[in-house]
Structure formats: C-alpha cells, structure tokens
C-alpha cells in the first residue's frame, strides 16, 4: 500500500484548495462532499486532484480512504496550531515563506517543461536505430571492485604488469565472482547503469579507468560482445526509451529554461567565492518533481496527455 508523506500530503492540499485556514463557514451545499473538519470540506474531485498521476497503478478504495484520514490529521494539527497561535512565530514565518518559495519554484518548473518537453514516434525509432547494439547484444564482463579510489588506483597501476584476473582475485571485495573478477554476459537492463554508460562505450580486450557506483570503485573489462540469444524487440524496450528521452530532454529544457532566467535576472554577488555553483542543475538534482524521469509507455507527451501537478 502507498504511503503519503507530509510533504506531499501538505502540496497536494494547497494545490487541490484545501487547508486554507480555520473557517468556520460551511457551504450549504458542497457536490461531491467526503468529509468536513470544522470550516474544511474535502470534496471528490479535490481528492482526485491531489493523488499523484505519476502512477499508472489506480488508487484502491483503501488507498483513497488513508489519504482521507490524513487529509483529516492534518486539518486537525493545523487547526490546532492556529488556536494556540503558532503561525505567529517569526521562525514559523520564515519556514512558510522558504516552503512557498520552493512549491512556486517547484510548480513552475514542472508547467515549463510540460510546454517545452515532448516524445515523438519518430525520436523512439530514431534512438533505437542508433542504440540498437545496446538492446540487441550481450557484454561479458570482468570487474575489480574495491572500497576507496586510492585502492582502485593502485590496482590500476598493477594492470600494467598483471592479468586483470589476477588483480581481480588478490585484489576484489567483491564475493559473488569466484574467478577473476567475471560476471558472466550481461545485457542492457540487468547491468548496473553506471556499467552501462561504460561497457556499451568499450570494445573487446578493453580495460576502463575507474567508475564510481554505491557499491564502491570498479575496473571493468570487456572480454566479449556477442549477438544476444534472446533479442529484444522495439516494443519491449519502448517504455525505457521513452524515459531516457524524456530525462534527457528535460534536462536540456531545464538548463535552457535557467539560462534564460539568469541573464534576465537582477544578480549580484557581494562576495566572489560563492559566484560557483550557480549553473543550472538537471531537475531531478533539485528536488523538483517535474525532474522526475519515471515515465508510462505512453506518455509521448506532458502536454499532450494533460499531466498536471
């Protein structure tokens, strides 16, 4: 069952007109009416805008119901907290004001890209023509895993005179491959991605430098690239490419989008050293959701099929 944080909770109320303040004037007639907590009403059509339509999976009853009973708890603290005066706090103030901020900052970026951001038919056939040995083949790959890059370095530098299965087996942290660091043929989907962005770049008898995932430092070595026996067609693989398309374009229109903003922008920096790291970042490193690259097989387009926040 879904869970719903307090955060999405308190967005989705603000967004579907809900939790405006304590009143106390209940409409006569209010269509579609769940629940009413003091002056708030929770309709139907405010509960279906306020769920998520990220997920292609329908709400059950059950689900909707425990969205209801939280949309309840937080009327009740909510209320609670303006009875004993809380919003009055100057820190309360500030924290509002920072969450308006970055709600606004989070919509607006999500209505930009629903604008800029689209996938064509053509652009899913394009990208599997130019990325077909990705989906068509399979890797056989060797890898030194390690814990610190100094580690990964100095098995590097031991490269130069020994076999990459004997550094793999001295040197590997890694328990599953018993012999020489192999980890048998690997295919597009069941390699770590940090792998993928490697591997699909390597020829055979190729070394990699040193590639970072969660797991630690890795050395990879292609040992093979044969026809997969089992081949992957077009449709099977539709979903994923339309979700490193979306990701991708998203990116680009985000950056553009930020560019834009920058030179437009009134800004001055008072002190030089905090001038870096103020180049745009991918959606997704920022928290907004609409850098969120989970995709359904059919969403061609935000606009198109009327995605809304």
């Known amino acids: 069952m879904r869970a719903f944080s307090l955060g999405f909770l308190l967005a989705a109320m603000y967004m579907s007109g809900c939790g405006k303040g304590g009143r106390d004037e209940v409409p006569a007639t209010t269509p579609g009416r769940i629940v009413r907590v003091g002056g708030e009403i929770l309709t139907e059509k405010q509960l279906e805008t306020a769920l998520p339509n990220t997920d292609r999976t329908p709400f059950s009853t059950e689900e909707k119901a425990a969205f209801v009973r939280n949309w309840i708890e937080i009327e009740l603290l909510y209320r609670e907290a303006i009875r004993r005066g809380l919003q009055n706090d100057p820190g309360i103030k500030t924290r509002i004001r920072t969450l308006e901020k970055e709600f606004l900052a989070d919509h607006l970026v999500f209505v930009e890209l629903q604008k800029r951001v689209r996938v064509t038919e053509d652009e899913i056939e394009e990208y599997y023509r130019n990325n077909q040995k990705e989906y ?174």
Not at 148 to 156: P, V, Y
Not at 256 to 277: C, P, V
Request: aromatic residues 10%; contains cysteine; proline residues 5%.
């Open 136 to 309: 068509t083949c399979e890797y056989r790959v060797s890898h030194i895993l390690v814990n610190t890059m100094e580690e990964a370095e100095n098995a590097r530098e031991l490269l130069k005179s020994r076999s990459f299965a004997w550094v793999a087996n001295k040197y590997s942290v890694d328990p599953v491959p018993k012999r020489g660091g192999d980890l048998g043929y690997l295919t597009k989907g069941n390699m770590m991605p940090e792998f993928e962005n490697v591997v699909f770049g390597m020829q055979p008898g190729e070394t990699s430098g040193i590639v970072q995932s969660g797991l630690g430092y890795h050395i990879l070595y292609l040992a093979d690239a044969r026809e997969a026996r089992v081949q992957v067609s077009p449709a099977e693989v539709r979903e994923q490419i339309v979700s490193t398309l979306l990701m991708e374009k998203r990116k680009k229109a985000y950056g553009e989008f930020f560019e834009s903003l920058m030179r437009s922008a009134d800004i001055e920096f008072y002190t030089k050293n905090y001038e870096q790291g103020t180049a745009p970042e991918a959606p997704g490193g920022t928290g907004f959701t609409a850098g969120d690259t989970s995709a359904t097989p059919d969403t061609l387009s935000m606009e198109e099929n009327g995605e809304g926040h």
